[in-house]
Nanobody
Framework: QVQLVESGGGLVQAGGSLRLSCAAS????????MAWFRRAPGKNHEFVAA????????HYADSAKGRFTVSRDNAKNEVYLQMSSLKPEDTAVYYC??????????????????WGQGTQVTVSS
């Protein structure tokens, strides 16, 4: 069974950096993509970034382009989200998720079968 656990969140001053980690366990043969979503207070889940697993192609939301980078360590079976130039509006709970259906859009929450429990990121002004 697939299990995802996020870590690395915390309180950071505006302009600072954080690296979030997502440790995955279970089978990977059906993994088509790993993604990061976030949910700010009073808002719906927002797509942040994703990586297709076979070729490592990355995709970013407009709000993340130029500031956030998705990477992975296959040996550790971990996915990372390196965040820099953080802004107060980046404050949210960040989730990692695994997509198993290649026919569904990467930016849809309903495309993902497995989710972590989230890690809180707070950016102070």
């Amino acid at each position: 069974q697939v299990q995802l656990v996020e870590s690395g969140g915390g309180l950071v001053q505006a302009g600072g950096s954080l690296r979030l980690s997502c440790a995955a366990s279970g089978p990977t043969f059906s993994r088509y993509a790993m993604a990061w979503f976030r949910r700010a207070p009073g808002k719906n889940h927002e797509f942040v970034a994703a990586m297709t697993w076979r070729n490592g192609t990355t995709h970013y939301a407009d709000s993340a382009k130029g500031r956030f980078t998705v990477s992975r360590d296959n040996a550790k079976n971990e996915v990372y989200l390196q965040m820099s130039s953080l802004k107060p509006e980046d404050t949210a709970v960040y989730y990692c998720a695994q997509q198993t259906d290649i026919s569904r859009p990467l930016y849809w929450t309903t495309s993902y079968t497995y989710w972590g429990q989230g890690t809180q990121v707070t950016v102070s002004s």
